[in-house]
């Protein structure tokens, strides 16, 4: 439909267009004494030549058509499935293969007839698809509502369907996810809620850093389901070799308990445990009775410093819970009087530094030259954008400088190290510390160990976090008072075991790997199954300055004693080598280096082993999924129940068709009929003169 012409000059110039045209016809036909035209051929001609002169004329003041495109947009239907492993574990896979797929099958063409429905699998990511293959080893459903808001803000979205079980094992709290999503909520609940015959180990709690000579506990939590009577052993293995054992009795169906293995660290090294709970006969799944542990065994006591701007109640606290550990050397100091050799220490705590005033400059370029670990506590007196210039693990946007208490939430899939769940529960009951006011970016490398609850509102911001990057280790507590906790602590619970755990542990992975060795491998130590293997290495120079020009190779043999060869690549101040993914299995590797008349071994060993989180809870969680469908205007349904799922979403009045005019401008000089009538035009007049003999 064609709404209006617009030319690029004043419409005044047509009468200039008009007026070429007349005297450009006139001066050939009629003042022209040569012309021995009849007088009605001489009209005729007088106006195609007119018209052709108008025309071209006129396609010079660059004339475009607006025209208006009507578009219908129908409505979207967003339909995500659950691709993750517990989907079909704790029941028929022939079901959720077959008659599932034939259910979602016939939603998606039932409800594509008026709407647009696009389909996702998630689970270790989102992915677009309809047919699952229940293969992905974590649920993250926070990742799902994140795509949503990503790529569907603005669009006529009608209906989210969301297929799954509600099991949770990878990101924040669906629930708070979907906070924001403003489109109603249908979910299919899958999975089996009653208990399955099962046995398992729950958790593993252990220091990942023990000292040569000290007695260590590794506490394992054993569950088990539907198994009252039967017996079960729990060893604990070292190089292929036990090295302890428990008899469990499963005194009751819903058995629980904490099994601790006393362990000597003899020798200074990193050694690998593995914790195997025989399996019980007729067990839904043995992929949940196997666990692998990582401990370093160090030789030395370690030297901490505390360095603070100035005196506060958290310093007594942090280093009284430090001092808990008979290795560690711990130091109190106040940045202004401050003058020692901050390289020699292990681990430097910065409590409120930056600060306001006195950025510690020279302090902070000391410490990420020399790549020192470091604990930042924030508070009051940060200088949040030189505490941004510096560390790599979080950035913290705030510009009214102010603060506001928020209490502490653990993060299940925190991976640096454990915590068992007493103390977590413990510290979720503790006083909020105080933190600024702001929106916290994390970047790579980064995991959260805690988060921020304000106001009884669970947030994604860290309250405590840590980074680990390239040989750089550095962590996070967004705020000041923990003072506060140890005191709540003992009134609560009569000791400040929770405090002392977090921060034994905080400075226990931070010091880890601190070595000055000229050549280290770097890598995760276990790796799942699902996830490429890389390996990061580091060369020093004599003056323990980066190098990188020189080739480093690795040998890596499997357990049936394959060899392969590799080379890494160079990159800034580090070298980086690709495995890709690599079969489950126990792998040893040799690396090798040359550097000048110096020659560099390092060697090690690693895990690849299939992700267990999605067995270690295999009940479905259709609370968390009715939850979700209420608080979005929606409705839980089972797979029984796809009609009904189908006759309601037709009936939702967001399930309508948006229409949009949409302006659309054509060149006329682009419109080839207008080119066409230009050629016809002069040579239907060429024609007739040459036949009239008017040249």
Do not use: C
Request: aromatic fraction near 12%; proline fraction near 3%.
């Amino acid at each position: 439909m064609i709404s209006d012409i617009l030319i690029a000059y004043s419409w005044w110039t047509i009468l200039l267009v008009i007026a070429l045209g007349l005297l450009y016809a006139g001066l050939l036909y009629i003042k022209n004494p040569l012309n021995k035209l009849t007088t009605t051929l001489t009209i005729v001609l007088f106006v195609f030549r007119f018209l052709a002169v108008f025309i071209l004329g006129f396609l010079l003041l660059s004339p475009t058509i607006k025209t208006k495109k009507k578009q219908i947009e129908k409505p979207i239907i967003i339909l995500a499935q659950d691709n993750s492993r517990s989907i079909v574990m704790a029941n028929d896979s022939l079901y959720y293969t077959d008659t599932m797929t034939g259910n979602i099958n016939k939603l998606i063409t039932e409800l594509s007839l008026n709407n647009d429905v696009e389909s996702y699998l998630f689970g270790n990511s989102v992915q677009e698809g309809s047919i699952p293959n229940f293969k992905d080893n974590t649920s993250n459903y926070s990742d799902l509502f994140a795509h949503i808001k990503q790529n569907y803000n603005g669009l006529n979205v009608g209906a989210i369907i969301i297929a799954g079980d509600g099991i949770i094992n990878n990101g924040i709290d669906p629930v708070y996810a979907a906070n924001d999503i403003s489109y109603p909520l249908f979910t299919i609940a899958l999975g089996n809620t009653s208990q399955t015959r099962d046995a398992k180990i729950d958790d593993v709690r252990y220091n990942s850093i023990v000292y040569s000579g000290d007695i260590f506990p590794i506490e394992v939590t054993v569950s088990a389901n539907k198994m009252k009577g039967e017996k079960t052993t729990l060893s604990l293995i070292e190089n292929n070799k036990t090295i302890a054992k428990k008899t469990i009795s499963f005194s009751n169906d819903n058995f629980r308990k904490t099994v601790k293995f006393n362990i000597e660290a003899k020798k200074e090294d990193k050694h690998r445990y593995k914790l195997i709970l025989n399996p019980v006969s007729d067990e839904i799944s043995s992929d949940n009775n196997v666990r692998n542990i990582f401990i370093d065994v160090l030789d030395s006591k370690q030297s901490i410093l505390i360095l603070a701007y100035a005196p506060h109640p958290d310093l007594g606290a942090i280093k009284q819970s430090l001092l808990m550990n008979k290795n560690y050397q711990v130091e109190t100091k106040y940045i202004s009087s401050f003058n020692g050799d901050i390289t020699k220490y292990n681990l430097v705590i910065l409590h409120q530094l930056p600060a306001k005033n006195n950025s510690a400059i020279k302090i902070l370029k000391i410490i990420t030259e020399n790549k020192i670990p470091v604990l930042y506590v924030l508070g009051n007196q940060s200088n949040l954008a030189i505490f941004n210039r510096y560390f790599k693990g979080l950035n913290i946007l705030s510009t009214v400088g102010s603060t506001v208490p928020a209490q502490f939430d653990y993060n299940n899939s925190f991976a640096f190290f454990s915590l068992n769940n007493e103390l977590t529960a413990q510290l979720s009951t503790l006083p909020p510390l105080s933190v600024p006011l702001g929106n916290y970016k994390l970047s790579a490398g980064s995991d959260i160990f805690g988060w921020q609850v304000i106001n009884g509102i669970l947030t994604d911001f860290p309250l405590i976090m840590y980074f680990n990057e390239m040989g750089i280790k550095g962590g996070v507590i967004s705020g000041e008072g923990l003072w506060l906790w140890r005191i709540q602590s003992y009134l609560q619970y009569g000791n400040s075991d929770a405090l002392d755990a977090v921060l034994n542990k905080a400075a226990m992975f931070l010091i880890a790997d601190t070595d000055k060795r000229h050549f280290k491998i770097q890598t995760k130590g276990e790796y799942d199954s699902y996830l490429d293997v890389i390996i990061n290495a580091e060369l020093y120079n004599q003056a323990l300055e980066h190098d990188n020009s020189v080739d480093v190779a690795l040998a890596l043999t499997n357990e049936m004693g394959e060899k392969f060869n590799f080379v890494f690549s160079p990159f800034d101040d580090y070298y980086k080598l690709n495995l890709n993914k690599l079969p489950v299995g126990i792998y040893n590797y040799m690396a090798t280096v040359k550097l000048g008349a110096d020659s560099y071994i390092d060697k090690g060993e690693f895990i690849v082993q299939q992700l267990n989180n999605e067995s270690k809870k295999l009940n479905a969680n259709h609370r968390v999924l009715n939850q979700l469908a209420i608080e979005h205007g929606g409705k839980m349904y089972f797979p029984k129940e796809i009609d009904s799922l189908i006759i309601d979403i037709n009936n939702l009045e967001s399930m309508n068709s948006k229409i949009h005019y949409e302006d659309k401008f054509t060149g006329i000089n682009s419109i080839i009929y207008i080119l066409i009538g230009i050629v016809l035009l002069l040579s239907i007049e060429w024609f007739v003169r040459k036949y009239f003999g008017n040249y």
